[in-house]
């Protein structure tokens, strides 16, 4: 008769090509670490099976808290992206509502004007008052040019 392993490999999994389909191939990987590990046990020290079995419950346990713990950060992180898509959606329909004039009108539709935009001769008087009427000096000292030129670059 054939052993259980032999059989696994023989009959269950194989397509008609004769490759064996993943779940198969794995299910039989692991039977034959099985016997490997039944094996080296046997023939192993007890003291040392204590401390194999200690380490691997320890790392398993690391192992699990670690995956929880990338599971929350990814909780959190697609928490913090919904957040942040909601307030951007909430923002954009808030500039778009306000932004239409047609949907949401100004209080008065009358342009200001002042008095004076319709009239066709405006500024005519402004600034006459500031400038000085040139004259004629004969005196190159009490000359407009030279009294600019001397404040300017002299004092």
């Known amino acids: 008769m054939l052993s259980g392993k ?19 191939k794995r299910r039989r990987i692991l039977e034959e670490t099985r016997d490997i590990d039944a094996d080296s ?4 020290s007890d003291t040392s ?4 079995d200690d ?19 990814a909780e959190q992180r ?7 898509a909601a307030m951007e959606q909430e923002k954009r329909e808030h500039d778009i509502a306000l932004g239409n004039p ?5 209080k008065d539709f009358n342009v200001r004007r002042r008095w004076d935009d319709d009239v066709v001769f405006k500024n005519q008087a402004r600034g006459t008052e500031d400038k000085r009427k040139k004259e004629f000096v004969n005196d190159l000292l009490r000359s407009d040019f030279h009294k600019r030129f001397m404040s300017k670059y002299v004092r």
């Open 6 to 24: 032999r059989q696994l490999e023989i009959g269950v999994g194989r397509d008609g090509d004769g490759h064996e389909n993943p779940d198969a």
């Open 41 to 44: 046990d046997a023939s192993g």
């Open 49 to 52: 099976d204590g401390d194999s």
């Open 55 to 73: 380490e691997e419950d320890e790392t398993a346990e690391l192992l699990r808290e670690l995956e929880k713990i990338k599971k929350e950060r």
């Open 78 to 84: 697609e928490r913090e992206e919904r957040e942040k």
């Open 102 to 106: 047609l949907l949401n009108p100004p």
